[in-house]
Nanobody
Framework: VQLQASGGGLVQAGGSLRLSCAASEGTFSSYTVAWFRQSPGKEREFVTTIRWSGGNTYYSDSVKGRFTISRDNRKNTVYLQMNSLKPEDTAVYFC??????????????????WGQGTQVTVSS
């Protein structure tokens, strides 16, 4: 499975962006797909994940209520709708696919496949 993340850009605080993660080879309908982010000098941080069926989603406390993850398995695409963006959301966002157990969904090493990352910059 190869993943391609897109949709990043520059936005003012309070604005919105929608990121996409598309599988260009193979299918990830049976995988859990997550978004992580990384800022300069910081470790990669879990943002959100969606189970293969799309019925279960999980969010970090820092984005809960502002971000929404969804998936369209027919299109092999996962979306991350980001609203009410804050400057602290500035980071490179990565999508990843794997089959972690529930207790491990926030750990980046539980995901096998990674996209190349897309930059999100939120200006104050």
């Amino acid at each position: 499975v190869q993943l391609q993340a897109s949709g990043g850009g520059l936005v003012q605080a309070g604005g919105s962006l929608r990121l996409s993660c598309a599988a260009s080879e193979g299918t990830f309908s049976s995988y859990t797909v997550a978004w992580f982010r990384q800022s300069p000098g910081k470790e990669r941080e879990f943002v959100t994940t969606i189970r293969w069926s799309g019925g279960n989603t999980y969010y970090s406390d820092s984005v809960k209520g502002r971000f929404t993850i969804s998936r369209d398995n027919r299109k092999n695409t996962v979306y991350l709708q980001m609203n009410s963006l804050k400057p602290e959301d500035t980071a490179v966002y990565f999508c990843a696919a794997g089959r972690p157990i529930l207790s491990s969904i926030t750990y980046s090493n539980m995901y096998y496949y990674w996209g190349q990352g897309t930059q999100v910059t939120v200006s104050s």
